[in-house]
């Protein structure tokens, strides 16, 4: 090979290394749930409309509340994330519509980013009650207990008796 050729190869790796390294700053935009549409949310009126029109116009909602099936939430989230990241949600808007006894619109509520829960889960161990066992206890710890008398195995009893005695009789 000739050194032009061998500085042409890396150049082209190098262009190659900048354009996938540089991918992997660009964020990756989500939508997630339902896509709202201001002018179909706004004809629902608190008074006047119930679950069918409801229905009709929104269509079918994200969840309904669990305990009394008086509320509908629409939910839309925009997401976006850098490489292999945990999404961060940009924006997200919770529209809750409330119905009364007789299934008619009592009220039509908007909320928006300010109730997303952000946790970060304890990266602890959880404790738990009973012997600690090393790596190799757990990987060995059953060799020579099955078929052993009272370590789980077996047929029951001495000479393959099933009673509760040992006798042979139930």
């Known amino acids: 090979m000739s050194l032009k ?7 082209a790796v190098l262009a190659a290394t900048i354009v996938v390294g540089g991918s992997a700053c660009v ?9 709202i549409d201001p002018d179909l949310v706004n004809s629902v009126q608190a008074g006047t409309d119930n679950r069918q029109s409801v229905l009709a116009v929104l269509g079918k909602p994200s969840f309904t509340s669990q305990f009394n099936e008086g509320d509908w939430y629409y939910i839309s ?26 299934g008619v619109v009592s009220a ?8 997303v829960a952000s946790i970060s889960p304890s990266t602890r161990i ?9 790596f190799f206890d757990e990987l060995f710890g059953n060799i020579g207990t099955v ?3 009272g370590g789980g ?3 029951g009893g001495p000479r393959g008796s099933s ?6 009789a139930p």
């Open 147 to 149: 078929g052993a008398i």
């Open 153 to 155: 195995g077996g047929g």
């Open 163 to 168: 009673g509760p005695n040992g006798s042979g």
């Open 126 to 134: 959880t404790p738990t009650l009973g012997k600690k066992r090393s």
């Open 5 to 11: 050729s061998v500085r042409q190869l890396t150049a």
């Open 108 to 115: 039509v509520r908007r909320s928006g980013v300010e109730q």
């Open 77 to 102: 989230r925009e997401a976006r994330n850098y490489a292999f990241n945990n999404p961060k949600v940009r924006d997200q808007v919770t529209i809750r519509i409330s119905f009364d006894q007789k």
């Open 27 to 35: 964020p990756l935009k989500s939508h997630q749930g339902y896509v």
